[in-house]
């Protein structure tokens, strides 16, 4: 499935995927800087002690071209044709980061969760340069998942740069079915126990599904002891439009109603561009 049959049946969905759209065009006209794969063994200890990829001093990979990557971005966006309250919000944050030096280096930074960078529109910062450094991220990405073991991973944060999950898959068939779990900042999809919920470590039995009717790809699994819930695309083929997070807005929303808190990780979080910001 494209996005277009599912924008049709959504159509509150419109100005979010309108927003992506042209977020992931201005991106992919900018130049992907090569990232240097890791040597895993030197990895290996941090890897199995729980550390992060990227937060790993021994794996050493350097995010800085990411962090121009994303500059690049900003610029591409403020100067967009026509001029709208993107480009001006993008423009804003682009002038407040010119404001001191090493502008790359303190994106990327600011993406592994430096405070002591505080721009302007964080929310923003934070979707914009993340699709920007995932491009850049993409090789390792795809390095990483070749080389790790599974199995001695299993944990509720991502092994490439630490995020909750945005979401949840599940994939294969009985008896080898899997639960991955999907980072919405990097990208990386990665193994998880197949019930359990990944914001309390709680037992299987506190975990329920609730299923929409007309929508058999997408649930929202939620759990009864901390009350967060996870939105799981419950098949496989269409990772990029069902795994993108905004495309399910309406699930969080009926989560919401019924109570139960957003503990996953979004990179939506931002108000939109061209909207006050009132909460009514
Ligand atoms: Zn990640
Ligand atoms: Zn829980």
Not at 23 to 48: K, S, T
Not at 168 to 189: F, I, W, Y
Request: with cysteine; hydrophobic share 40%.
């Amino acid at each position: 499935m494209t996005s277009d049959p599912w924008l049709e049946a959504h159509a509150y969905l419109r100005p979010v995927a309108d927003l992506c759209a042209e977020v992931d065009r201005e991106a992919a006209g900018i130049d992907v800087l090569d990232a240097r794969i890791p040597d895993w063994e030197d990895y290996r200890a941090d890897f199995l002690a729980g550390v992060p990829l990227l937060t790993s001093a021994d794996a050493g990979v350097d995010l800085e071209p990411g962090g121009r990557m994303a500059g690049a971005l900003l610029e591409r966006l403020a100067a967009g044709t026509p001029p709208g309250p993107l480009a001006a919000e993008a423009g804003a944050l682009d002038a407040d980061l010119r404001r001191a030096p090493q502008v790359s280096r303190r994106i990327a930074d600011f993406l592994l969760g430096d405070e002591t960078v505080a721009p302007i529109f964080p929310g923003l910062l934070r979707y914009l340069a993340w699709t920007a450094m995932a491009r850049f991220l993409r090789p390792v990405v795809s390095a990483f998942d070749g080389w790790r073991d599974e199995e001695r991973w299993l944990r509720r944060y991502c092994p490439t740069c630490g995020s909750l999950p945005a979401m949840a898959q599940l994939v294969g068939v009985e008896p080898g079915r899997r639960r991955l779990l999907s980072c919405g900042c990097c990208g990386t999809r990665w193994q998880f126990k197949r019930t359990g919920c990944p914001f309390c470590d709680t037992d299987a039995q506190r975990i329920a599904s609730v299923t929409l009717e007309g929508e058999p790809g997408l649930r929202i699994d939620h759990c009864e002891s901390c009350r967060g819930y996870l939105k799981t695309y419950n098949g496989e083929g269409h990772e990029r439009l069902w795994l993108a997070d905004w495309s399910s807005l309406h699930l969080d929303l009926i989560a919401h109603d019924r109570g139960l808190k957003r503990l996953a990780a979004s990179l939506y979080d931002f108000e939109p561009a061209g909207r006050d910001h009132d909460h009514s």
